[in-house]
């Protein structure tokens, strides 16, 4: 079955320590999201790419990296810079273009926690 | 920058009763809308999506329509079920920044028995 992967399903970060969140998908998609979710809160965009070696800062980028080096990839790095990063991380991908009709597929997420 | 708002924010209502969710934005030039729906420490799930050319998609109990002059869009739930408890999210994608979504900060739903 095609989808998004993330791992760990719960990462613990230490002071002054980066962590980075994995996302795999097997959809052949173009286009992948980085999402962060506060509680009661919506999702705010992170990083996005649309292409292979290419991607966008979002709303939030600041104490975050990506890279895009392989089509079904997409990590995310928080960076120690980050100095409030528990919270939900939800990576999604879709096609792109504006024929598109097709909704963004998204990973069941990783939970990112302050020792 | 597209602002959307989802009112309510929480909703508890008895098995059967027919609902609206309400989600609203503020840039009308929207490529389409789409409405999801997260369950306690998941992902989201894609329910419907309305594309900026249509008024209305449907499927099975769910009917999510737009109307791109007022900026707004409702999610209808017809003969609500416990199952259906949850956290529902819309999002707009702008024509400007293509894929890219903006969302609300989603209703949530109890059904119960």
Not at chain 1, 1 to 29: A, M, W
Not at chain 1, 91 to 98: H, K, T
Not at chain 2, 35 to 59: A, C, H, N, V, Y
Request: include cysteine; proline fraction near 4%.
């Amino acid at each position: 079955d095609g989808g998004i992967t993330q791992s760990p399903k719960y990462l613990f970060r230490k002071e002054g320590q980066n962590v980075t969140l994995s996302c795999e998908q097997n959809l052949n998609h173009d286009a992948m999201y980085w999402y962060r979710q506060d509680p009661g809160q919506g999702l705010r965009l992170i990083y996005y790419s649309q292409i292979v070696n290419d991607f966008q800062k979002g709303d939030i980028a600041e104490g975050y990296s990506v890279s895009r080096e392989k089509k079904e990839s997409f990590p995310l790095t928080v960076t120690s810079a980050q100095k409030n990063p528990t919270a939900f991380y939800l990576c999604a991908s879709s096609i792109v273009g504006r024929q598109s009709n097709q909704p963004q597929h998204f990973g069941d997420g990783t939970r990112l926690s302050i020792l | 920058k597209q602002e959307v708002t989802q009112i309510p924010a929480a909703l508890s209502v008895p098995e059967g009763e027919n609902l609206v969710l309400n989600c609203s934005f503020t840039d009308s030039a929207i490529y389409n809308l789409q409405w999801f729906r997260q369950d306690p420490g998941k992902g989201l799930t894609s329910l419907l999506l309305i594309q900026s050319s249509q008024r209305e998609q449907t499927s099975g109990r769910l009917n999510a329509s737009l109307d791109k002059s007022s900026g707004r869009s409702t999610l209808y739930i017809a003969a609500s079920q416990p199952g259906d408890s949850a956290t529902y999210l819309c999002a707009a994608s702008r024509g400007s920044t293509l894929g890219r979504l903006y969302f609300g900060r989603g209703t949530q739903l109890t059904v119960w028995p």
